[in-house]
């Protein structure tokens, strides 16, 4: 009910282009099992709206082409971040298509560049035509005002994409952004496809919709552009 109404512009988006084959979704690791970086191997998830299944060539290939990615289940049992993403897809893509959900652990630099050439050299090997998601809640448990702030200065990173800046940005304001190393995987995949920029599609907080505007979680949906 808090996050759901901003994320549907970012599905809306998604609605009026052609469909993607995989869609690799990227999420944050809130229960700390698991390796560094945690794909999926294969199988199907299943929501109400039936069963999407795991593409396990292009999760084999990310995994062979990263330092620190491992084929993993345990990471996602409990984890929530890349599952509520997955009836919006399947609401959305008008086609069959496969999913590829990676939890990161150790949300830094050097691990999130790794996951994005190790995206991109998957995608290259075996040629097939991949979207990415990253999903992360921004400030954490601040009065609305506060989240405003803060928040502005991660989305105007990411809007630069500026990986670096950003992940400097959330530890010099003591951000409580849980997903930093999503976000900046998918930051450095744009740049490394040469992106033409990033656009700001929908900034919220959960007080917009409680009106309880002194302890909220802040949300944005961020279109890159490829």
């Known amino acids: ?24 979704i990227l999420g944050p690791n809130h229960t700390g099992v698991g390796p560094s970086v945690s794909v999926y191997p294969g199988g199907s998830w299943r929501t109400p ?11 084999t290939a990310i995994v062979d082409n990263s330092h620190f990615a491992k084929l993993d289940t ?11 993403q ?8 008008r086609r069959s298509f496969s999913i590829v959900p990676v939890v990161i652990l150790n949300q830094v630099p050097k691990v999130a560049e790794d996951l994005a050439k190790s995206i991109l050299k998957a995608a290259e090997t075996l040629g097939k035509e991949l979207l990415v998601v990253a999903t992360t809640d921004l400030t954490h448990y601040e009065p609305h005002e506060v989240a405003y702030s803060k928040d502005k200065l991660v989305i105007d990173s990411i809007l630069r994409l500026d990986p670096e800046a950003m992940f400097r940005t959330v530890l010099e304001r003591d951000i409580s952004m849980c997903g930093p190393g999503s976000t900046m995987a998918l930051l450095y995949l744009a740049r490394a496809l040469g992106s033409k920029g990033a656009r700001l599609l929908k900034y919220s907080t959960s007080g917009d919709v ?8 802040g949300y944005a949906s961020i279109q890159v552009l490829i």
Do not use: C
């Not at 009910?1 to 690799?24: D, F, K």
């Not at 345990?74 to 929530?80: K, L, P, V």
């Not at 997955?86 to 893509?93: A, G, H, N, V």
């Not at 409680?210 to 979680?217: M, Q």
């Open 1 to 24: 009910m808090y996050s759901g109404p901003v994320a549907a512009h970012a599905y809306y988006q998604l609605s009026l282009e052609r469909a993607p084959e995989v869609v690799v």
């Open 49 to 59: 709206l039936g069963d999407t299944p795991v593409d396990e060539q292009v999760a």
């Open 74 to 84: 345990s990471a996602h049992e409990y984890e929530h971040s890349i599952e509520v």
């Open 86 to 93: 997955i009836p919006f897809l399947q609401y959305t893509i």
């Open 210 to 217: 409680t009106g309880e505007r002194d302890w909220v979680v």
